[in-house]
């Protein structure tokens, strides 16, 4: 019994030896349980997004600051331009008296600002000088723009004057100085005067304006429109054309605008880096990250490309230029650039698929493949294998070499004929029975020569399929 005692406190003490050298490797190598990671991992993800929410919230907070400031400010020179235009004509009006009456009652003259016509510009026509410049950038072949603005009082003094870059798609000279025009009489708008000519140096420009002429394209007739419903804010606003000499500080303002977009940041660099912003998504982006369409040479980022591309190709697309009723194609060497090696297939893919006519395509009838080939091509490549593979229909695909029948749409039916087959086939698979009810639910038509589904979008039930029979329904 003793010695059974003694064995059972050795093998006691041995157990709980173990058990303090497990704790204490525990506690130097501790790593929480799975269900914790996921619940540390969970509250990452929920803090991560309350950043993400709080970040958002204070560049909300801070463009509302902004806007409050910018109003602010714009309303603080509005009435410092209004003083100005008191002043001016309290000292013209004070040149105009001569001097034994200044001497006699001079002291007695005062005209206060507020108090009668003397707060606005109501009786005074201001002169409102536009600009739009448009040059090509050649290191990078950039399209840059740029607008000035100067308005002056009726005796050609400076007023006010501004500047602004254009960088983007549409840099036409008309675009630009039908913009320009627009930016004029919105500051001449915001600066509350009532009576203004503005000046322009570019006859077409005039010519819309006026009416002599109609613009044809869809864009300079929208800014057409703007420039009319702006004009109806003014009591009194007309043009004028005159020569380049005369649009005072306008081009100056303009040149400045272009020459602004160009930003050198070190003296030891020697580089020049553009910004141009996205019509997309409207942020400023460098031009290395700027895609040009090749054709048209309509311009966006290369995120807003990316996601174009990807839609399109989702929905079965071809993409092309995102630009509005522009049909210009998109080319893969050019897109290559930020498109992924999976888009980049599915890209090749589709523009294979426009590229081959509607009834030359053949697709593969074993599921796993499914790949596209035109008639032509499997046929040639099928006479290696079958020796009369014009007349049987048997086909080899290109891609995962099966044998196929391009008569029935199915696996080669070997030593058997498609008549045969369709004999002993009655019943067609189930996904052809599907597209048949689903053509029957929509009344959705069969050539009987192309066998191509068609769909009455519009107009009569004469239907014209793809090779141009005529029925009618």
């Not at 463009?63 to 209004?82: G, Q």
């Not at 003259?109 to 005074?124: A, C, D, I, Q, V």
């Amino acid at each position: 019994m003793a010695a059974e005692a003694l064995e059972s406190d050795l093998d006691l003490a041995f157990n709980l030896q173990l058990q303090e050298a497990i704790n204490a490797s525990l506690s130097a190598s501790f790593s929480p349980p799975k269900s914790e990671l996921k619940s540390i991992t969970q509250n990452d993800k929920f803090f991560d997004f309350t950043s993400r929410q709080f970040d958002e919230l204070q560049k909300l907070e801070q463009e509302l600051n902004d806007r409050v400031v910018s109003e602010t400010e714009f309303k603080r020179m509005r009435d410092a331009l209004h003083l100005r235009i008191h002043d001016h004509r309290v000292a013209r009006e004070m040149a105009t008296i001569p001097k034994d009456q200044w001497l006699e009652s001079g002291e007695r003259f005062e005209r206060p600002y507020g108090e009668g016509s003397s707060k606005g510009g109501n009786e005074e026509t201001f002169r409102v000088y536009v600009k739009g410049l448009v040059e090509l950038y050649l290191p990078k072949e950039i399209v840059l723009g740029g607008i000035g603005v100067a308005i002056c009082d009726s005796k050609d003094e400076l007023l006010f004057e501004w500047k602004k870059p254009l960088v983007g798609n549409g840099m036409s000279r008309q675009i630009v100085e039908m913009r320009a025009l627009i930016e004029g009489l919105n500051a001449a708008k915001e600066l509350d005067l009532k009576r203004v000519v503005f000046y322009c140096d570019y006859f077409p420009v005039f010519n819309y304006v006026t009416g002599l002429w109609t613009p044809k394209r869809r864009n300079v007739i929208a800014l057409v429109n703007q420039l009319a419903r702006l004009r109806e804010n003014f009591l009194y606003c007309q043009p004028s054309i005159v020569a380049r000499n005369d649009i005072k500080f306008a081009f100056k303002l303009a040149r400045e605008a272009i020459v602004s977009q160009v930003n050198k940041p070190a003296e030891s660099s020697g580089t020049i880096n553009l910004f141009e912003i996205c019509v997309i998504c409207l942020e400023d982006k460098n031009v290395g990250q700027i895609f040009s369409v090749d054709d048209c040479m309509h311009r966006y980022c290369f995120s807003c490309m990316k996601q174009h591309i990807e839609v399109k190709l989702l929905h079965g697309m071809l993409p092309k230029c995102p630009h509005e009723g522009c049909n210009s194609e998109l080319k893969i060497d050019s897109c290559s650039k930020f498109l992924t090696p999976r888009l980049i297939e599915i890209m090749s893919q589709r523009i294979k698929e426009n590229a081959i006519p509607v009834t030359e395509k053949v697709y593969c009838p074993y599921p796993k493949c499914s790949t596209l080939m035109s008639k032509r091509e499997v046929l040639e490549y099928s006479k290696s294998t079958f020796f009369s593979a014009e007349i049987s229909g048997a086909r080899k695909c290109l891609k995962c070499k099966g044998h196929f029948c391009i008569n029935c749409k199915v696996p080669w039916h070997s030593n058997m004929s498609c008549h045969d087959f369709k004999r002993r086939n009655p019943y067609p698979p189930a996904e052809d029975v599907k597209l048949k009810n689903l053509a029957a639910m929509h009344m959705w038509r069969q050539c009987v020569k192309c066998n191509h589904m068609i769909e009455l979008a519009a107009g009569c039930f004469h239907m014209t399929c793809r090779y141009l029979n005529f029925y009618s329904s």
